[in-house]
């Protein structure tokens, strides 16, 4: 119950296209779904993250999906660059209370020049 | 802001010896410290939570004794690998919290410490 699913493992996606990481989760408690950027050899970052009363959050060009009745969250990267290349973790977690994050498995996403 | 800094980045110990690796929140005070271990193309395990002033809430399988976690003040927690042996070898991540709700205080995660045992 506390497993996040993330697909696919790997992505590579042509400069300019469009990136997608599904993750579904089971846990209906969760109330938090963050996703996070990590370069090589750093700590992950925070990108961006929505809670389940918006069925969509767009920043740029980074939009999370959320279909709460699936339990089901995507990252969708618009406009692709090279500069994209790193792993992508989705994550979920309570919202109040201190309550810690559960990681999905991570995506390798290699944008082409 | 929310700049979480992590000492060293990387260290090598010789089997049997400690190394103590520290975390520290520059510019907010972080009521809830987490520090996770990460091996090489894998996902973040949570090891242990900790809040100021209170002992580390440790995670299944996550040896105490083995992995000491001190959060002396709101900002700044301490993991120590006692006794370490070549499976420690791991990538240890820390991430701070400001507030409870994680919305509005995000996790922010430090750049890791790169951990070898010879």
């Known amino acids: 119950q506390q497993q996040v699913k993330q697909s696919p493992q790997s992505l590579i996606v042509q400069k300019g296209g469009i990136s997608i990481i599904n993750c579904a989760y089971e846990?209906?408690?969760?109330?938090?779904f963050p996703w996070y950027q990590q370069f090589p050899g750093k700590g992950p970052a925070l990108l961006i993250a929505?809670?389940?009363?918006?069925s969509e959050k767009k920043e740029g060009r980074f939009t999370i999906s959320f279909n709460k009745s699936a339990k089901q969250f995507s990252l969708h990267i618009m406009d692709s660059q090279p500069g994209d290349s790193a792993t992508y973790f989705c994550?979920?977690?309570?919202?109040?209370?201190?309550?810690?994050?559960?990681f999905g498995t991570g995506t390798r996403l290699l944008v082409s020049p | 802001g929310a700049v979480v800094s992590q000492h060293p980045s990387r260290v090598i110990c010789k089997s049997g010896t400690s190394v103590k690796i520290e975390c520290r929140s520059l510019?907010?005070?972080?009521?809830?410290m987490f520090w996770y271990r990460q091996f090489p193309k894998q996902s973040l395990m949570l090891m242990a939570t900790?809040?100021?002033?209170?002992?580390?809430?440790?995670e299944q399988g996550v040896e105490k004794d083995k992995f000491l976690i001190n959060h002396a003040s709101l900002t700044l927690s301490t993991l120590t690998v006692t006794s370490a042996h070549p499976e420690d070898s791991s990538f240890y991540i820390c991430?701070?919290?400001?507030?409870?709700?994680?919305?509005?205080?995000?996790?922010?995660f430090g750049n890791g410490t790169r951990l070898t045992v010879t």
């Open positions: 510019d907010f005070q972080a009521t809830t």
């Open positions: 994550a979920a977690g309570g919202d109040t209370g201190f309550q810690k994050l559960v």
């Open positions: 900790s809040n100021e002033g209170s002992k580390a809430t440790y």
């Open positions: 991430s701070a919290r400001a507030g409870r709700d994680s919305y509005n205080s995000p996790l922010h």
């Open positions: 929505i809670r389940p009363d918006v």
């Open positions: 846990n209906t408690a969760f109330d938090y």
